[in-house]
């Protein structure tokens, strides 16, 4: 009967430690992504844009400067509550989104 707890108790050990690596094994793979070198988790850096910094927004779970981008030719970009805002430079109009002219000298006030 000895003999028979003993290999009950080394199965148990053995079970206990396959599902230990199988446990590993998908950790690893679970964390696993396309592309990336080592096998560590990388945790978002926000999942909201109140996580980041005043002139950041959360794009991609990352906090980002939302400016580069949305506003055209001449058009400035203006960060306020996270949020990209584009306007003409000073004597341009029009469209800050899709470019903004010069304004003729005889239309300036």
């Not at 203006?78 to 010069?102: D, L, M, T």
């Amino acid at each position: 009967k000895a003999r028979t707890r003993q290999s009950v108790i080394s199965g148990s050990a053995m079970n206990f430690a396959l599902l230990g690596l199988l446990w590993l094994y998908l950790i690893v793979h679970v964390t696993h992504v396309s592309g990336q070198t080592d096998n560590s988790l990388h945790l978002p850096q926000c999942i909201n844009n109140v996580d980041c910094g005043e002139l950041l927004a959360c794009i991609d779970l990352k906090c980002q400067d939302p400016c580069p981008g949305p506003c055209n030719g001449n058009a400035t970009c203006e960060i306020y509550n996270h949020v990209p805002y584009c306007a003409c430079k000073p004597g341009f109009s029009g469209n800050p989104f899709a470019g903004c002219q010069r304004v003729p000298d005889s239309q300036r006030g």
